[in-house]
């Protein structure tokens, strides 16, 4: 089997793009709160990898077993003043673990901004500040330095199944610790759902990030783009008006110097 890479190796230790769950894209919808309204989601999710995509796309066994502890807090507020326009904070905890090796901390915070042109869900757009708080040097939060992300996002409802779908890009600049500068990043998300009763609803999505070849200390580093493909699956349940759990199942199922993990998510969101 071919050997790994040894930037899926460097990339694991100096950030947690190597395992494919993003705090921003993953499980968003271009719905946007109603004015003055409140929302809290707190997930746990576990990852859990023994293989990793080389630069050319093959699987094949890393050194170790790698595992990732993300627990994210999301809030969002509907802006009191602004119709259709949304306010999201992402605070996110981190933990990985390979071999000996492991570190713990806070994560990149997201601000972001979503503002809702078309009824109905049917065209929103986002903007998001991604401000490097993680330590890249102990591959806390994503790769690089201080980035933006520019997202269209869309939503159609057929009856009792709702599809959602949105494409962006993402720029980071080099981050200063490690000199590391990742390759634009462009992004397809598409999840659809279907309502089973008044209080469950079955979902599934599919996540396609191409991030392309970055920079070591300025010098273009060849054969360093992260891509993934991630499909999750997974169910919601409304305990009430305002709150809400839902549970995901994500696997990467191809990529590019990216861990070929297996994922558990629940979450838990409450509305005020």
Known sequence: MKKICAFILVAFVFSTTAFAYDHLITNETSSVKEQGTLQAEASILYTSASKAFDMDGESGDLADD????FVPLKIRWG???VPNL??????PFEKW??????????????FAGKYAIMPEGLLTLRGALDIPTGDDEKGLGGAGGFGIDVAAMTQKELGEATLDGQVGVRYNVEDSDTKWQPGLGVYLDGEGS???TEAWAAQLGLE???IGDGKADGND???SG?????????AKYKLGENMGLKGDVLYNVAGKNSNQYFGVLVRFCYGF
């Open 66 to 69: 790698a595992t990732n502890l």
């Open 79 to 81: 802006c009191r003043l």
């Open 86 to 91: 949304e306010f999201l904070v992402i605070l």
């Open 97 to 110: 673990d390979m071999g000996d090796a492991g570190e713990s901390g806070l994560g990149d915070i997201w």
């Open 194 to 196: 279907y309502e089973l």
């Open 208 to 210: 396609l990030m191409f």
């Open 221 to 223: 580093a060849k054969d």
């Open 226 to 234: 992260v891509n993934w493909i991630e499909l999750n699956v997974g």
